[in-house]
């Protein structure tokens, strides 16, 4: 009973304070997904325009979340996790939007993103299923999931002399 309360602790404490969890579900890559803490669970939106993908990510699943260090960014604990997606409109999801608004960073809409969440997104719990798991002994680094976002190029050589270019006075 004891090391399930420590446990739990745990897994709360370290929860709330990161603000980016890794999550694998029972299908793709484990993803970055920025999270909040409300009511004995982590909650996510996302799979909506300009939102974070929740791919692999459905209700009824479960899924392995690993909560990252908000300083150092290592590896915290891993935890078992029940995804339950939260009805748009419900007392639970308005309680969860209300704590994820609260998070959302550089929103395209501002107070209108309650709406489009609810038209658009969805918003899921992820609730811890028990103890947590041992972390393993060798690193778990994976190739980057394809994206269409690329690199900057590298500067053209004739900018820095067209930027600086003195004005000839006549």
Do not use: F, Y
């Not at 999270?35 to 669970?41: N, T």
């Not at 982590?42 to 908000?70: H, I, M, N, W, Y």
């Amino acid at each position: 009973m004891t090391s399930e309360l420590l446990d739990r602790a745990l897994i709360e404490e370290a929860t709330k304070k990161s603000g980016l969890v890794w999550v694998k579900g029972p299908a793709g890559p484990a993803r970055a997904l920025w999270h909040v803490w409300h009511e004995g669970a982590a909650c996510v939106v996302g799979d909506g325009p300009g939102e974070q993908p929740l791919a692999g990510l459905a209700g009824g699943d479960t899924a392995e979340v690993t909560v990252r260090s908000k300083d150092k960014g290592g590896r915290l604990v891993s935890w078992a996790a029940s995804v339950v997606e939260l009805a748009p409109d419900t007392e639970a999801w308005q309680a969860a939007v209300a704590e994820l608004k609260g998070k959302r960073l550089n929103a395209p809409d501002g107070e209108a993103m309650p709406e489009r969440w609810a038209r658009e997104c969805r918003v899921l719990r992820l609730e811890p299923t028990g103890a947590t798991r041992p972390l393993p002994d060798g690193s778990l680094a994976a190739a980057p999931v394809p994206t269409p976002a690329t690199t900057r190029r590298p500067v053209p050589a004739a900018l820095p002399r067209l930027l600086l270019k003195r004005r000839k006075r006549r």
